[in-house]
């Protein structure tokens, strides 16, 4: 999903040392950093071998351990996709918080079935949005030795990380603030998810996971899938003409993976997508997994989001009447590249109660910057 371009500035904790991997950059800011955890159990039983996991930080922990902020990636995103939103200015002061960027399972950066040595390929574990957290909880206990959190945020898989650790954890943040995200997949989550990686194992190349050559075709069809939700029908017809349609293909289609590393990212990540479930976790409803939240949460997704479909963070946020902001916006997975939820979200973290439910409006002539 091409969700760099959303404008968001972010501050990170680094402080213990321990079990980082010997020689790694110690507490500078934006650079790529690495935590060995040893083996790692995933919710299933499975194991992840040699199991490490990314991160970058900005800004610093307080005396208090009291102003961590935990960003997780969204779908195929790296914490250096997260590291370029702090470019463009904002909402996030590094200078009052300590912001951490976090690679999620299967980003590439994280062990992943692309860079696992003991478990390569469709042979690393299949594992789940909830796997995420855990790797991201005992990284914030064991590696920073943060016993709390003051804010988790997240956009797109990020916030279903965010919905997770407000369930999972719900004492272990003040704000839990999740973005386009989701508590539950819904049908048509999956369907779409399902469709990418049919997408992938249908290509001549595939072999059962055991590629002979370039997946250029997969990958292409997945990336025409996602193309036709990232935003809405009405956005791809107002901003691509009938005329223009091939152009549009074939920016579309430039820089497409190839290889199967990538492939078999792409499929764990969708698969735990596709599994993502909370009230199932819990063996409750979605009104009774929203009413463990202790946090205060701030829910923002977009009506016409094709990509991760809005039904199911819209009935969590009600059910605790938590302050849910809408946002009107044809662009619809993209809404955030539309709409800056910028000053709503300075607004939260500087005073929770002061943000009530609200629609937020696309300014005319607005769209996503989506080529």
Excluded at 19 to 36: K, N, T, W, Y
Excluded at 116 to 143: G, N
Excluded at 184 to 207: M, R, V
Excluded at 281 to 303: D, H, M, N, Q, W
Aim: aromatic share 8%.
């Amino acid at each position: 999903m091409k969700l760099t371009k959303f404008v968001f500035v972010i501050v990170v904790v680094a402080c213990s040392s321990i079990a980082l991997d010997a020689g790694a950059p110690q507490m500078e800011e934006g650079v790529q950093q690495f935590a060995s955890l040893g083996d790692f159990q995933l919710q299933s039983g499975s194991v992840i071998r040699d199991f490490r996991v990314g991160y970058r930080t900005l800004g610093k922990l307080n005396a208090e351990k009291s102003n961590t902020i935990l960003f997780p990636t969204w779908l195929g995103g790296t914490t250096e996709d997260l590291l370029q939103t702090t470019k463009s200015g904002g909402w996030l002061d590094s200078s009052r918080y300590f912001i951490v960027f976090i690679d999620a399972i299967g980003d590439g950066v994280t062990t992943s079935p692309s860079n696992s040595a003991a478990q390569p390929l469709m042979d690393f574990p299949k594992f789940t949005i909830r796997d995420m957290v855990e790797t991201e909880h005992r990284f914030a206990t064991d590696v920073l030795h943060v016993s709390h959190l003051h804010v988790v945020v997240g956009i797109s898989m990020g916030g279903m990380q965010t919905f997770e650790w407000a369930v999972a954890y719900p004492d272990f943040m003040d704000l839990a603030v999740p973005i386009i995200g989701s508590p539950q997949s819904t049908a048509f989550d999956k369907l779409q998810w399902t469709c990418q990686i049919d997408a992938l194992e249908l290509d001549p190349n595939w072999n059962n996971g055991k590629p002979t050559g370039s997946l250029a075709r997969g990958f292409t069809l997945e990336n025409e899938i996602g193309a036709m939700n990232y935003t809405s029908p009405t956005e791809r017809v107002r901003e691509t003409l009938p005329q223009d349609f091939e152009s549009f293909l074939v920016r579309e289609r430039q820089g497409v993976h190839t290889d199967a590393g990538t492939a078999a990212n792409h499929i764990r990540q969708r698969e735990a997508i596709m599994t993502l479930d909370i009230p199932g976790e819990f063996r409750t409803t979605l009104a009774g997994a929203a009413k463990r939240v202790r946090a205060k949460l701030l829910v923002i997704v977009s009506p016409e989001d094709h990509l991760v479909n809005p039904t199911t963070a819209i009935a969590f946020a009600k059910a605790i009447d938590a302050p849910l902001v809408l946002l009107d916006s044809s662009c619809g997975h993209a809404s955030p590249t539309c709409i800056s939820v910028g000053p709503v979200v300075s607004q939260f973290l500087a005073d929770p109660r002061s943000v009530h439910s609200e629609t937020l409006h696309e300014a005319p002539g607005s769209s996503p910057e989506i080529n």
